[in-house]
Every structure is written in structure tokens, then in C-alpha cells.
């Protein structure tokens, strides 16, 4: 389905980095095997959202090989919207999450530190994660049939030349990776993730610890409930999801509707006047949230209302605390237009391509609202959580210059201010404490993720700690190009950001698998962190837990999904929840895509939703599309 007709001053909504539709295979399918060396395939995973299986065949039938997957059920159907400007056009479209890059004949290729296809006594290539290793000695002589070879001098020269050579290589790349790129980034300590440091990333002191989470008695999770997707005729936004100590929260179709935490019946419902169009992640200490939403239903006169308004909810209660739109001098009588919306506080802040404004979380009482600028700069979008912080852009379309401000949350003064390197069209702020900002810098990520640097700064100074590349062939973190709130399967804690590696070929006959590995945000360099997702499984993290990381482990085509939490400090895995592998379930929490759905875990449940919807097929799951599904351990 081709992207709606933007509304005036209102940028195109963008999806994850470049134009490309969604992968197949929905959350991670698994990957086919190879074919035999000996000309016998092997037979690949069936189709499905994570791979369900086929019908069996009657017994002694042949069995031939599954088809490959399917698109997964959460896609709207059609097109995807197209993404907002930015992104970089005639890309080529890259392979999904999962798919190994043809290797190149007589090459061998190197995986995430498994040895591949190592010559007799050549030690094993170092993978992205792993402890460096001192330099391997030469092997002794290959023996024969008639015993050991006498180990001569001229051998010894050609051993100790080959050692020269392979020395001189190692030297080069270092020097490369260490200081031959600093015209192009700056001076500060860089990373080009191919070397790893201690446990404490030269930082020093303990880490880990604190985590509220604990293993119940019995792993094995069950399905709790369900909810459908509401009927629509075209794809609209179902963005935010929230959770109480008694209800999960979930935006509907021009509402917002709460639901009894274990059994899912409803427990209210607050009617909006239009369509949610942006929500927060974050949530007060006692529940309460931000959202921004449409003026009216569409109409035949007015299929695309604009996104104007503002409000608070409280989601205890089920009640609109308020709701409000401004004006300012850039938009005439118009009321302004909102792209997002975060919290931080008592602050609510929303932004659109007029500028910010910001609210009183409780009574609604404006706190700044846009002024006009002499250098044409505005407001882009807010990141809230522990503080407050903002992408500033200004220059030209053509030549913009982004600026990341700490702000006074409640006066919006900026606290510090730094200035993004030329060639950033955009910015995404994974984190306001500390602050740590994602960008694809002249769109050099290649792969569709919006991120091809993190940028660690100095909330009090505005001085920049470190940049840290994050190559896309390596790391498989994302965030949404056009905003600046966005990015997903990434964590940040412990002086550290969390980041899966891309999937790639396991140990067992097929499926993926990949690892959460991590950077140093004082120094840039990689840590000795590294949690291995296991044979079919790949994995990613959701959000820290004190110094510690729960994580999603994707299943493969026969088994449910897990939670686990990995040891911020010894980064060993404890398994939390365990989903049922039977089909129906498997099914049911297989049909969400990775980008397009949220996922929600606290105290054995498991809540994972769409963030946006389409028309109804009817063709998946016997029928039933889903809103949300849910998962709890007790």
C-alpha cells in the first residue's frame, strides 16, 4: 500500500532507515541450510512467521523440501508506508535479519569468532565480541608415515619470515583502525569495533547487579490472552503500549483501552476525537502518560486529519486528564502539528516540523511553545526518560546542521549544546542519561537501520566522550531515520550500549544465530561483554533491569520465544520466561514483525503488539489478525 497523502507543513512518516519492504519471514525467520557438498539438500525450515511447520506427509510419502518463509503475519498487507525524506534513495534492498551474504568462491569467510574453514594449524579468526588472544606460535612439522621431519634452519627462515609478514599485516591494520581515519572522525576516542577490552572497558569499578527480575519457580510460560485487531480500511497507527501493576494498556482504533493484566477483560476505555498519532514511552511514577492525537475521524471531505492534538492520560484511572492544541507565530492561526511525544517529569514534550512545545504532565498548563528564530533553527523532536533532551535542526533542506541540546525540563533552557558532524540529515537519541545519539552519518549504514555511528556526549559540557562505529554488517540495533525517539533492540547501562550482532549461520544443520555484545561509552572501545543466543535462537535486548539486560530470544520455527536476564557483570543468562511451543501459540507470537510491533515484560508477563495495522486479509492464523498477545509465567 503506497504512503497516504502527507497533510500541509507535515513531513512523510518514515519506517526503519531505508525504503525497503519489510523482510520475510517476520521476527527472524529461520535462515535455509546450505545445500549438501554431496548434491543431497537438506530439508529447510518450513514457512511461517518464525517458520511454522507443514502438515506432515502420509507415512513413506517423500518429503520434499519446505518452501521458503512467507512474509510474517503483522505486516500491514501491501506496501509499507514509504519512509519520510532522508532516507537514502535506490538503495539496493539489503537482505533480512538472518541472511548470510554469498561467500565468494576459494575465500574463507569469518564469522562471529567461529573458525570456519581454517587450514590445518592456522589459529581461528578473531570475531566481533571476543577476548583478544595473543599471537598463536607456529604449529610443529606435520609428521608422515616414516616419522617427524627434522625441523632445519631453512625451515626455521620461512617459519620466521611468515611471522615477519603476519606481523607487519596486524601492525598496518591497527594503525588503520586506530588513527588513519581521523580526517573523518572526530577527535575524540573512536571505535571501529574490531578490538575488545576488559570486563570494565578501562573504566574501572564493578558493574551489573540490581536487577528486580528473578526466575519464578517454573519457566514454562502460558498464553494469557489475545486481543483482535479493529477493523480498518486503510493502515493506520496503533503506536504506545503501557503497563500497570494491575492493567496493560494498548491504543485502539480512535481510543485507548485498558485490560486486566492476567485475564485481559476490558477495564475501560477513553475515547479520543481521532487517531493516536504518537504516544510515549515512558510513564510517571503513578502511571501517567503522554499522547498526541488527531482533531476528528477521517471523513469523505477530510480523509487525513491533522495531528494537533495534545493530552495526558492517567492509566489507572482510564481517564483524559486533559487535552489541548497551540499556535504559534511560524503556523499562523493553525494549530501546530505533532510527529512525536515524550515525558520526562512532570514535562510533556511534543515536536513536528514547526517546532516544540511543552506541558505541564498534570494540569496542562504550557510551559514553552515555538518562538521565532533569526537562524531558521526549530525543534525536531524530544527524548525523554530520566532527563530531557532534543534534536535541534537547523541550516537549510539541503544543508542541514543538527544540534543536540540537554534541556531544563521545565523551562526548556538548553543546558549544553553539541554539534553533529556534517553529512547528519538526522538524528535519533537512544538515551537522555547518559546521552548517547544515533545517526547514519552521509548514509553510510547501508542496511536500512538509520545507524551507522553512536555519538556518547557530555550532558553537563556538550562535549563529545566518544563515537563508536557501528557497522551494519555487524550490528543489528535500528532506529527510525525521521525520529528522533525511535530505536529499538538496543540497551543502555552500565557505562554501556547493548547491541545484538547481525544473524549469521550457527553450529546445527540451519537456523541463525547471533550475540549482545558491547561498547565502553567513555572510551568507544568494544567490552569482553558477550551473550551467546544459542543454536536456532537469536536474540536482542528489550531495556535494562538495574545493571542488568533482559533480553528477547527469538525462536526458531519450532520452539516459543524466551525472556531472559543477562548479569550486567558476568553477562550469564537466567531464563525468565519460556513461551509453549505448541503451533496455535507458536503461531500467535511468531505473526509480529520485529519493526513494526512493541514488546512489554515485567514480573512474568510478556505483552507483544502491533504499532500498526491494515485492512484484514483474513488469510493468516485461520482468520484471526491480533492486536496484541500475551504471555505469563504464573
Known amino acids: 500500500m503506497t504512503q497516504p497523502p502527507q497533510p500541509p507543513n507535515e513531513p512523510p512518516q518514515g519506517g526503519f532507515g531505508a525504503p525497503q519492504d519489510p523482510p520475510p519471514g517476520g521476527f527472524g525467520a529461520p535462515t535455509p541450510p546450505p545445500a549438501d557438498?554431496?548434491?543431497?539438500?537438506?530439508?529447510?525450515?518450513?514457512?511461517?512467521?518464525?517458520?511454522?511447520?507443514?502438515?506432515?506427509?502420509?507415512?513413506?510419502?517423500?518429503?520434499?523440501?519446505?518452501?521458503?518463509?512467507?512474509?510474517?503475519?503483522?505486516?500491514?498487507?501491501?506496501?509499507?508506508?514509504?519512509?519520510?525524506?532522508?532516507?537514502?534513495?535506490?538503495?539496493?534492498?539489503?537482505?533480512?535479519?538472518?541472511?548470510?551474504?554469498?561467500?565468494?568462491?576459494?575465500?574463507?569467510?569469518?564469522?562471529?569468532?567461529?573458525?570456519q574453514g581454517l587450514p590445518p594449524g592456522q589459529p581461528p579468526q578473531q570475531g566481533y565480541g571476543y577476548q583478544t588472544t595473543p599471537m598463536q606460535q607456529p604449529y610443529p612439522p606435520q609428521q608422515n608415515g616414516n616419522g617427524g621431519k627434522k625441523f632445519?634452519?631453512?625451515?626455521?627462515?620461512?617459519?620466521?619470515?611468515?611471522?615477519?609478514?603476519?606481523?607487519?599485516?596486524?601492525?598496518?591494520?591497527?594503525?588503520?583502525?586506530?588513527?588513519?581515519?581521523?580526517?573523518k572522525k572526530d577527535k575524540a576516542s573512536q571505535s571501529s569495533g574490531g578490538t575488545t577490552e576488559g570486563k570494565d572497558g578501562g573504566q574501572g569499578g564493578a558493574v551489573g547487579g540490581?536487577?528486580?527480575?528473578?526466575?519464578?519457580?517454573?519457566?514454562k510460560s502460558k498464553a494469557a490472552f489475545q486481543l483482535p485487531e479493529p477493523k480498518v480500511n486503510d493502515v493506520t497507527k496503533v503506536d504506545g503500549s503501557w503497563m500497570t501493576d494491575k492493567a496493560y494498556v494498548k491504543t485502539g482504533l480512535n481510543e485507548i483501552v485498558g485490560y486486566d493484566a492476567v485475564k485481559g477483560t476490558k477495564l475501560w476505555s477513553i475515547p479520543l476525537a481521532g487517531q493516536l498519532c504518537a504516544a510515549s514511552r515512558h510513564m510517571s511514577e503513578d502511571y501517567k502518560t503522554a499522547i498526541a492525537f488527531e482533531e476528528a475521524k477521517p471523513t469523505k471531505a477530510r480523509k487525513y486529519q491533522p495531528c494537533n492534538q495534545v493530552g495526558a492520560i492517567d492509566l489507572n484511572t482510564g481517564k483524559l486528564m486533559w487535552s489541548?492544541?497551540?499556535?504559534?507565530?511560524t503556523s499562523g492561526d493553525e494549530p501546530l502539528r505533532y510527529n512525536e511525544i515524550t515525558l520526562s517529569g512532570t514535562t510533556v514534550a511534543a515536536a513536528g516540523t514547526e517546532g516544540g512545545a511543552?506541558?505541564?504532565?498534570?494540569?496542562?498548563?504550557?510551559?514553552?511553545?515555538?518562538?521565532?528564530?533569526?537562524?531558521?533553527?526549530?525543534?525536531?523532536?524530544?527524548?525523554?526518560?530520566?532527563?530531557?533532551?532534543?534534536?535541534?535542526?537547523?541550516?537549510?533542506?539541503?544543508?542541514?546542521?543538527?544540534?543536540?541540546?540537554?534541556?531544563?525540563?521545565?523551562?526548556?533552557?538548553?543546558?549544553?549544546?553539541?554539534?553533529?558532524?556534517?553529512?547528519?540529515?538526522?538524528?535519533?537519541?537512544?538515551?537522555?542519561?547518559?546521552l548517547v545519539v544515533a545517526a547514519d552519518v552521509g548514509d553510510t549504514a547501508g542496511d536500512g537501520s538509520g545507524i551507522s555511528d553512536f555519538f556518547s556526549i557530555d550532558a553537563s559540557t556538550g562535549k563529545l566522550l566518544t563515537r563508536i562505529a557501528a557497522d551494519g554488517e555487524k550490528y543489528a540495533a535500528r532506529c527510525a531515520s525521521t525520529e528522533v525517539e525511535s530505536c529499538q533492540r538496543l540497551a543502555v547501562g552500565n557505562n554501556r550500549i547493548y547491541v545484538p550482532t547481525e544473524d549469521h549461520e550457527g553450529t546445527g544443520e540451519y537456523g541463525d544465530?547471533?550475540?549482545?555484545?558491547?561498547?565502553?561509552?567513555?572510551?568507544?572501545?568494544?567490552?569482553?561483554?558477550?551473550?551467546?543466543?544459542?543454536?536456532?535462537?537469536?536474540?536482542?535486548?528489550?531495556?535494562?533491569?538495574?545493571?542488568?539486560?533482559?533480553?528477547?530470544?527469538?525462536?526458531?520455527?519450532?520452539?516459543?520465544?524466551?525472556?531472559?536476564?543477562?548479569?550486567?557483570?558476568?553477562?550469564?543468562?537466567?531464563?525468565?520466561?519460556?513461551?509453549?511451543?505448541?503451533?496455535?501459540?507458536?503461531?500467535?507470537?511468531?505473526?509480529?514483525?520485529?519493526?513494526?510491533?512493541?514488546?512489554?515484560?515485567?514480573?512474568?508477563?510478556?505483552?507483544?503488539?502491533?504499532?500498526?495495522?491494515?485492512?484484514?486479509?483474513?488469510?493468516?492464523?485461520?482468520?484471526?489478525?491480533?492486536?496484541?498477545?500475551?504471555?505469563?509465567?504464573?
Open 210 to 219: 540490581g536487577g528486580k527480575e528473578k526466575a519464578p519457580a517454573d519457566t
Open 152 to 183: 632445519t634452519t631453512q625451515m626455521q627462515i620461512i617459519v620466521a619470515a611468515s611471522v615477519a609478514v603476519v606481523l607487519i599485516v596486524v601492525a598496518g591494520i591497527w594503525f588503520s583502525s586506530s588513527g588513519g581515519d581521523e580526517g
Open 513 to 634: 544465530t547471533n550475540e549482545i555484545v558491547s561498547f565502553d561509552l567513555t572510551t568507544g572501545k568494544p567490552t569482553s561483554d558477550r551473550a551467546d543466543a544459542g543454536d536456532r535462537y537469536t536474540m536482542f535486548p528489550l531495556r535494562m533491569d538495574g545493571g542488568n539486560i533482559i533480553a528477547y530470544k527469538t525462536p526458531p520455527y519450532d520452539k516459543g520465544g524466551q525472556i531472559v536476564s543477562i548479569d550486567g557483570a558476568t553477562f550469564k543468562q537466567t531464563v525468565l520466561m519460556e513461551n509453549p511451543s505448541e503451533k496455535s501459540v507458536r503461531d500467535a507470537e511468531n505473526s509480529f514483525s520485529g519493526d513494526y510491533s512493541e514488546m512489554l515484560y515485567s514480573a512474568g508477563r510478556l505483552y507483544i503488539s502491533q504499532t500498526m495495522i491494515s485492512k484484514t486479509t483474513g488469510s493468516s492464523l485461520g482468520g484471526k489478525e491480533y492486536l496484541a498477545v500475551s504471555f505469563g509465567t504464573s
Open 324 to 329: 489541548k492544541s497551540v499556535t504559534a507565530a
Open 37 to 115: 557438498p554431496f548434491g543431497k539438500q537438506p530439508v529447510t525450515p518450513p514457512a511461517g512467521g518464525f517458520g511454522a511447520p507443514q502438515t506432515p506427509s502420509p507415512a513413506g510419502a517423500p518429503q520434499t523440501p519446505p518452501q521458503q518463509p512467507g512474509p510474517g503475519y503483522g505486516y500491514p498487507q501491501g506496501q509499507p508506508p514509504q519512509p519520510g525524506y532522508g532516507y537514502p534513495q535506490g538503495q539496493p534492498a539489503q537482505p533480512g535479519y538472518g541472511y548470510p551474504q554469498s561467500p565468494v568462491p576459494g575465500q574463507p569467510q569469518q564469522g562471529y569468532g567461529f573458525p
Open 358 to 434: 511543552a506541558f505541564d504532565l498534570n494540569t496542562g498548563a504550557e510551559r514553552w511553545k515555538p518562538k521565532v528564530s533569526t537562524d531558521g533553527c526549530y525543534d525536531a523532536g524530544y527524548a525523554g526518560g530520566e532527563a530531557l533532551a532534543v534534536v535541534r535542526k537547523c541550516g537549510t533542506y539541503d544543508d542541514p546542521q543538527l544540534v543536540i541540546q540537554a534541556l531544563n525540563p521545565t523551562t526548556g533552557a538548553p543546558l549544553s549544546s553539541y554539534k553533529m558532524p556534517p553529512g547528519v540529515d538526522y538524528a535519533s537519541i537512544v538515551s537522555t542519561k547518559p
